[in-house]
């Protein structure tokens, strides 16, 4: 079942993907793959697997708000930019947060789309 509206939180381990409508609330948790290996850089292809998968959650939702910790919201903004433009396309904002509840982060996402909607004039009834 793919929602209009996602909101993410994540941070570099794992993130909590959930699409919601007025109704529904379907959560995704995607962890890191971590696997050691010697040669230079493994962390950052580690961190590309792990963004990738989270952009992969993200395909067919038509606005997604991205949330955490700062560095790890501007490491993400930076992946989607620069490896996946169509899902960079469809967020609409980043937002600095420590660990809220799924609950919690639901309500912070229906505020900030009821905003960002009205902004834009794209309001929809879900």
């Known amino acids: 079942m793919s929602l209009f509206h996602a909101v993410v939180w994540t941070d570099h381990q794992s993130a909590q993907v959930l699409q919601f409508d007025a109704e529904h609330v379907q959560a995704e948790k995607i962890k890191a793959h971590t696997h050691y290996t010697k ?3 493994s962390a950052v292809r580690s961190e590309h697997e792990f963004f990738g998968d989270v952009c992969t959650a993200l395909d067919g939702v038509g606005e997604v708000l991205v949330t955490g910790s700062s560095t790890a919201t501007a490491d993400f903004r930076h992946y989607a930019d620069k ?4 899902t960079a396309a469809r967020i609409v904002g980043y937002e600095v947060v420590d660990h809220p509840s799924d609950k919690q982060l639901v309500a912070l996402a ?3 789309f009821l905003k960002h909607d009205r902004m834009t004039g794209t309001a929809k009834l879900d």
């Open 110 to 112: 229906r505020k900030y």
């Open 83 to 86: 490896h996946r433009p169509q």
């Open 39 to 41: 040669q230079h850089g």
